[in-house]
């Protein structure tokens, strides 16, 4: 047994040297807020869909220009053969052996039955769900950032209450050993405080790796160093948080929370796109100037080798009939579409009701939780202080000073864990109004 502890031990120092040794950076939620915003591959991805739905917009609005072409063609005219009516031969046909033909078009759309106009404001459209989109992402980021900060943040607690308790239960073994030298208690009682103090350490060093392995995950999502072992600020138990009515976050949510304004646009898109749908049933009208410089010229026969430069302008006026066919169906369909899109938003509505009133009971419940574990640590720590001094006056066994002493550390623990809970419902109430 003894051999055991040993090697424990010398683990544990070891690893201990290790963990010191690695570079460590204490971070602010600012800081981490910054860093996140800066460095989130997510965040990168939505910041360039915005930036391709500002193209759409420019090629969207590109269609109301004039289409403007060049052709030109250069080839090699093999000599015609003339041939009677039995298919026998009488004579070639005397062309030229080069032809050439250049031309210069524009086409002007007049009429396009509100094609390019929708198409524009589709285009508009999505670039506001893609800046929407990133908005919902930067959110999604911060809470997900908070919440790695605050498991941090337990660990460090969790690391410094199992500190102090193997400082503790170090001095409790010491001093049981001279009652066990005196005779006054048995080899049991040493035994059961030396597998308490190395669960202890082995808790202690478990803590450390996790504080290792969640460093790691946000160095990664901040763009650090991945070996930084970070530390959050210990100032954020004590910040201020503001809360207030549960109505202010409803309404604040219907007019900012960034998936109900998506579902809003969606609608929007649905219509657009119904009116896109009716467009397809429209004639469409453009005015077409051309210049062509042909060469020889194919009107006459035999064909001359001179050049002919010819120019015109054309009004053309197309109508698709075959698309009546499938009229009825296609509005159908997008009349559906759009009926979808509203009821998404109000689903999206309901869903902003339960989350916000889930987020506000919860940061109530939590704050509650502080205070009744508040006042039940205080009752633990002084539970322990009398089973410690009764169990060294032989009033007590080592079973209730030990329950004693797991009573005291669950309820540091308990604590902490309520403290920084409260402040992830907090963020989480933010979130779901559209303030975060």
Do not use: C
């Not at 001279?178 to 202690?204: C, F, P, W």
């Not at 469409?284 to 050049?307: F, G, H, M």
């Amino acid at each position: 047994m003894k051999s055991y502890i040993y090697y424990i031990l010398a683990g544990f120092l070891a690893f201990t040297v290790s963990l010191n040794g690695q570079n460590t950076y204490r971070l602010t939620v600012d800081e981490l807020f910054e860093r996140g915003l800066q460095n989130s591959i997510t965040i990168q991805s939505s910041v360039v869909k915005t930036q391709i739905a500002e193209d759409k917009i420019s090629l969207a609005k590109n269609k109301q220009l004039p289409d403007i072409s060049a052709s030109g063609l250069f080839g090699y005219v093999g000599t015609p053969i003339i041939l009677d009516k039995d298919f026998s031969f009488l004579k070639h046909s005397n062309t030229p052996d080069w032809k050439q033909n250049y031309q210069l078009a524009a086409t002007q759309p007049i009429y396009q039955g509100g094609r390019i106009k929708n198409s524009i404001e589709k285009a508009k459209l999505e670039d506001v769900v893609a800046r929407l989109s990133l908005q919902k992402d930067k959110s999604d980021l911060k809470l997900w950032l908070m919440g790695k900060y605050l498991d941090l943040f337990n660990l460090y607690k969790s690391k410094d209450v199992y500190a102090q308790n193997i400082e503790e239960a170090k001095v409790r073994l010491h001093d049981i050993e001279k009652m066990k030298e005196q005779g006054m208690i048995t080899t049991n009682d040493v035994l059961r405080s030396k597998l308490v103090l190395t669960n202890y350490e082995l808790v202690y060093k478990e803590t450390e790796n996790n504080i290792t392995i969640i460093s790691q995950q946000l160095d990664i999502v901040i763009g650090m160093d991945e070996n930084t072992i970070l530390q959050p600020d210990q100032a954020i138990l004590t910040s201020k948080l503001n809360i207030g009515y549960e109505t202010d976050y409803v309404y604040q949510a219907y007019t900012q929370y960034p998936e109900l304004r998506i579902a809003e646009t969606n609608i929007a898109l649905a219509q657009n796109n119904l009116k896109l749908t009716k467009a397809d049933y429209l004639p469409t009208l453009s005015l077409q100037a051309s210049n062509t410089l042909a060469r020889p010229i194919p009107n006459v026969s035999p064909a001359q080798d001179l050049y002919l430069n010819a120019w015109g302008v054309t009004l053309n006026l197309t109508y698709h009939i075959s698309a009546l066919f499938d009229k009825k169906r296609n509005t159908s369909t997008a009349k559906h579409q759009v009926y979808l899109q509203e009821l998404a938003k109000e689903q999206q509505k309901q869903n902003i009701r339960t989350e916000v009133k889930s987020a506000f009971v919860k940061h109530q419940e939590a704050l509650d939780r502080i205070k009744a574990l508040d006042e039940s640590l205080t009752q633990a720590k002084e539970n322990y202080r009398i089973v410690k001094n009764k169990y060294f006056n032989q009033l007590a066994i080592l079973t209730d000073l030990l329950d004693a002493n797991t009573v005291q550390l669950e309820a540091e623990l308990q604590l902490t864990s309520a403290k920084t809970n409260a402040i992830y419902t907090y963020y989480q109430l933010q979130k779901v109004s559209g303030n975060l």
